[in-house]
């Protein structure tokens, strides 16, 4: 069986310290390669680029696409001002993650959003998002855990009839990492999984091209052995196979 090619769209790291200090760097943390290949699947490296025209081309040739994790979004992208807790913010590289969330819509490339990538998705589509859920939230439970990335520190529940309740089930216990949030979900979304907060911890596409975007960040678990957060990862290489098989 052909191993789909799943391309992860990266970040660009600042160096801060060292011999180049303010060198920017193309960079995914490793859990999200090993987390895709743990699926069966082949990672690719997307680097932002700055002409967002290329994009398409960029992504032409994947079976998947994964989002991964990193800064706040520019709330300038969905239409707000900054708030006083809204964190560092690099609009090239928002701009880049919309890029490549319409092109992989245009071509029928599924989608899977991780935390920031989730959010992304949102925004993509017309959503906005809470700029600081401390804040802005009444009564959240701790969304920055004080725990190894590894370990789950609350429990979500889940819509049984969903792609995450074929996975899950009713709930499932995750990390969390995050102090941003969805406010308004995009139109042609549901949340398909939320914290006992009322945190949206996931949203899926209602119709058309399959898109996915959880809060938690599943490759850090899936990374350590957890079966559920590797199941999850093997679900969205399934979706990218039936994909492939369709076209």
């Not at 319409?102 to 998002?129: H, R, W, Y």
């Not at 899936?222 to 399934?238: E, N, R, S, V």
Request: aromatic share 8%; net charge negative; proline share 5%.
């Amino acid at each position: 069986m052909k191993k789909p090619k799943i391309g992860i769209a990266a970040n660009i790291l600042i160096m801060d310290s060292g011999m180049m200090p303010g060198i920017y760097r193309a960079y995914v943390n490793n859990d999200y390669v090993e987390s895709v290949e743990k699926a069966g699947c082949i990672p690719v490296m997307l680097p932002v680029i700055s002409d967002l025209a290329d994009v398409k081309e960029q992504v032409k040739s994947l079976d998947g696409i994964v989002l991964s994790g990193g800064w706040d979004i520019d709330p300038l992208l969905y239409g707000e001002q900054p708030q006083p807790q809204q964190g560092f913010t690099m609009n090239e590289v928002d701009r880049f993650f919309l890029a490549v969330i319409k092109a992989g819509d245009e071509l029928s490339i599924p989608v899977f959003g991780i935390c920031k990538g989730m959010q992304a998705v949102n925004v993509a589509f017309g959503g906005t998002l809470w700029q600081d859920i401390g804040c802005q939230m009444k009564e959240c439970l701790q969304h920055m855990q004080q725990a190894p990335r590894y370990n789950p520190t609350h429990r979500i529940c889940v819509e049984e009839e969903s792609f995450l309740g074929d996975v899950f089930g009713k709930d499932v216990m995750v990390n969390s990492f995050h102090h941003q949030s969805i406010k308004a979900v995009a139109p042609g979304f549901r949340v398909t999984a939320s914290a006992e907060d009322g945190v949206v911890e996931a949203i899926e596409r209602t119709q058309g091209n399959f898109i996915c975007g959880v809060q938690w960040h599943p490759e850090m678990m899936a990374q350590h052995g957890d079966k559920m957060m590797i199941q999850l990862f093997q679900a969205f290489a399934d979706k990218c196979r039936q994909q492939e098989g369709n076209i």
